[in-house]
T-cell receptor, first 110, second 114 residues
Framework: DAKTTQPNSMESNEEEPVHLPCNHS???????IHWYRQLPSQGPEYVIH???SNVNNRMASLAIAEDRKSSTLILHRATLRDAAVYYC???????????FGTGTRLTIIP | ETGVTQTPRHLVMGMTNKKSLKCEQH?????MYWYKQSAKKPLELMFV???????ENNSVPSRFSPECPNSSHLFLHLHTLQPEDSALYLC?????????????FGPGTRLTVL
């Protein structure tokens, strides 16, 4: 699977939107963009995934650039419970592996 | 609650012990996974099972022995481990193994090898 690049850490104020960026310039046409997060002392948690179009669910929105070389995870209104490490992962349709990088550590400021 | 349970949550064992980690999923999924998360390292995939058949062994040492008796249960048998095997061991499941399937993770077993 192609590689992703994320900032090591970000901070955001509580109750404000958060935009977490991910670059994936070598993405292939059959790579899905997945986001997971890992809260302290817990296993990873699925957040959202998409292929080409923007996606929304109850947790977040995923905005995918038109050329698919980057994407942004949007938390619409951050709470303290959103403090976690967020992983952006490319996963080819035919690949059963989910390869985690180091992610972005998100800190929410009360 | 993700529908994936793991027992025990914490385990301390000596290098000569034999122990087993258990994972159970209540989601009706067909695929199950073992991951290892060492301190300050990314999660590493260890094994993949799809419809009870092992489809991936990510160069894991033989002192780790997985077992998948059915699609709902996954075990990791441990023997003669080393202190560097101390880590968080995570189990996950998914409906299928293709790239558009999301994985659901259990809370993990924190293993300490003395």
């Amino acid at each position: 699977d192609a590689k992703t690049t994320q900032p090591n850490s970000m901070e955001s104020n509580e109750e404000e939107p958060v935009h977490l960026p991910c670059n994936h310039s070598t993405i292939s046409g059959t790579d899905y963009i997945h986001w997971y997060r890992q809260l302290p002392s817990q296993g990873p948690e699925y957040v959202i995934h998409g292929l080409t179009s923007n996606v929304n669910n109850r947790m977040a929105s995923l905005a995918i650039a038109e050329d698919r070389k980057s994407s942004t995870l949007i938390l619409h209104r951050a709470t303290l419970r959103d403090a976690a490490v967020y992983y952006c992962i490319l996963r080819n349709f035919g690949n059963e592996k989910l390869t985690f990088g180091t992610g972005t550590r998100l800190t929410i400021i009360p | 609650e993700t529908g994936v349970t793991q027992t025990p949550r914490h385990l301390v064992m000596g290098m000569t012990n034999k122990k087993s980690l258990k994972c159970e999923q209540h989601l009706g999924h067909n695929a199950m996974y073992w991951y290892k998360q060492s301190a300050k390292k990314p999660l590493e995939l260890m094994f993949v099972y799809n419809f009870k058949e092992q489809t991936e062994n990510n160069s894991v040492p033989s002192r780790f022995s997985p077992e998948c008796p059915n699609s709902s249960h996954l075990f990791l048998h441990l023997h003669t481990l080393q202190p560097e095997d101390s880590a968080l061991y995570l189990c996950a499941s998914s409906q299928g193994t293709s790239g558009d399937n999301e994985q659901f993770f259990g809370p993990g077993t924190r293993l300490t090898v003395l």
